[in-house]
C-alpha cells in the first residue's frame, strides 16, 4: 500500500498544516496543490514545513502567483489583496525562491494530474459545477485529476455509460473507490469555506486507488490572534471560526 497525502490551499496557515501533518501520520509522498501563501499569518514558516518533507511535489497557486510579482492586485478583493501586499514584504528570498520554483502549468504523476485549479488553466479557473468539469475533461489525459483552489471538498464523477458529470460530497470516514474518470479536490487546509472550519485534506493510495477525505480540527483561537498580531484583516481571523 502507498500512501500519499494530498493537501491544498494551506494560507499561511501553519498551525492548520501542522495538524493535517499529525493526523496523516506516516505518508511516501505529498501532493500540495498550490496557495500556500495568501491570507494567513505564517507564509515563511508554511514553505519551510513544506520544504521539510521528501517527495513532495508542489503546484503554484494564484495566491502564490500574486505574492511573487508584478501583478495587479486589482483581481483579488480588498481584504486579500492587503494580505498579499504583507506577503510580498514578508516572504524571505528563500522562500521567494521557493515559490517561483512551482509548477504553473499541469503536473502529471501516474494516473494523477495535478493542477490548482483546472487542467485548462492550472492556476486561476475554478471547477465548482459540472458545467466547468465537463469544459476540462478533454483537457488531461490520465484517469484523474486532482486540483484544489476551491477550498470544497469534492468529487466530480465522470460516468462513460451515461456520459454524465456528477458532485458528490464526500464524508468523513467514508474511502472512495476510484473508478472512471474523476476530478477531486481534497478541500483547503487553512481557510476552509464549507462551513466546517477543521483543515481539509485527502489521502490517495494509487496501488489500492482509493481516496479518503479528511477533516481534523486544529486551534482556530491561536492563528485567530497571529493573524490580528501581525496586522491582517480581521475579517480572515473571524471566517476561520465559521469554515468560510
Ligand atoms: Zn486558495
Not at 494530474?113 to 475533461?137: C, F, K, Q
Not at 454524465?164 to 479536490?185: C, H
Amino acid at each position: 500500500m502507498a500512501k500519499i497525502l494530498v493537501i491544498s490551499d494551506i494560507h499561511a496557515n501553519l498551525v492548520a498544516l501542522e495538524a493535517v501533518l499529525q493526523d496523516a501520520g506516516q505518508v511516501d509522498q505529498v501532493f500540495c496543490l498550490g496557495d500556500i501563501a495568501g491570507y494567513g499569518p505564517l507564509p515563511n514558516e508554511c514553505i519551510a514545513r513544506l520544504r521539510s518533507l521528501s517527495n513532495l511535489t508542489c503546484m503554484m497557486g494564484n495566491h502564490d502567483f500574486a505574492a511573487l510579482g508584478d501583478l495587479p492586485l486589482e483581481t483579488f478583493n480588498h481584504e486579500a489583496r492587503k494580505a498579499l501586499h504583507w506577503q510580498k514584504k514578508v516572504l524571505t528570498a528563500e522562500s521567494k525562491q521557493f515559490l517561483g520554483e512551482l509548477s504553473q502549468t499541469m503536473v502529471v504523476n501516474g494516473d494523477v494530474s495535478l493542477v490548482h485549479g483546472s487542467p485548462r488553466d492550472s492556476i486561476w479557473e475554478y471547477i465548482m459545477n459540472t458545467l466547468s468539469a465537463r469544459m476540462n475533461l478533454n483537457a488531461f489525459e490520465t484517469s484523474w485529476c486532482f486540483m484544489g483552489h476551491s477550498h470544497f471538498q469534492a468529487i466530480f464523477q465522470y460516468t462513460l455509460e451515461k456520459d454524465e458529470i456528477t458532485i458528490e460530497v464526500p464524508r468523513q470516514g467514508e474511502t472512495y473507490a476510484m473508478r472512471e474518470r474523476a476530478f477531486l479536490n481534497p478541500g483547503s487546509v487553512g481557510q476552509p469555506r464549507d462551513r466546517d472550519p477543521r483543515a481539509a485534506y485527502a489521502i490517495y493510495d494509487p496501488q489500492a486507488q482509493s481516496w479518503e477525505p479528511h477533516r481534523v480540527a486544529y486551534d482556530i483561537h491561536t492563528v485567530q490572534q497571529q493573524i490580528l498580531d501581525a496586522g491582517l484583516p480581521a475579517r480572515h481571523a473571524e471566517r476561520l471560526a465559521g469554515g468560510w
